[in-house]
């Protein structure tokens, strides 16, 4: 039975940074593409960054782009996203997600398994 377990979120000033962690169990951890996706109240859960199983390449949604960035840590079955220059529009409640691929997929439907989320608050 895979798990995903999100820690780290919080209450930041614009301009802050946050590092979610998600603890991953129940599963070979490197036959797992990891992601994060995120929800803001009224609006389609998205893609936010994505990694490979063997951690060497990672996507980006472009808002994303050069302020976050996603990192595993295989040994511990870990996946890590660094937020910094946060912003109000970065308000979400974010997801760690896992897929049985060698591909990172921009869909919620390309994911297998979630966890429960974890809410990010960004004030200005």
């Known amino acids: 039975q895979v798990q995903l377990v999100e820690s780290g979120g919080g209450v930041v000033q614009a301009g802050g940074s946050l590092r979610l962690s998600c603890a991953a169990s129940?599963?070979?951890?490197?036959?797992?593409?990891m992601a994060w996706f995120r929800q803001a109240p009224g609006k389609e859960r998205e893609f936010v960054a994505g990694v490979t199983r063997g951690g060497l390449s990672a996507d980006y949604t472009d808002s994303v782009k050069g302020r976050f960035t996603i990192s595993r840590d295989n040994a511990k079955n870990m996946v890590y996203l660094q937020m910094n220059s946060l912003k109000p529009e970065d308000t979400a409640l974010y997801y760690c997600?896992?897929?049985?691929?060698?591909?990172?997929?921009?869909?919620?439907?390309?994911?297998?398994?979630w966890g429960q989320g974890t809410q990010v608050t960004v004030s200005s």
């Open positions: 129940g599963g070979t951890f490197t036959r797992y593409v």
């Open positions: 997600a896992q897929r049985f691929s060698v591909l990172i997929g921009l869909k919620m439907a390309d994911y297998d398994y």
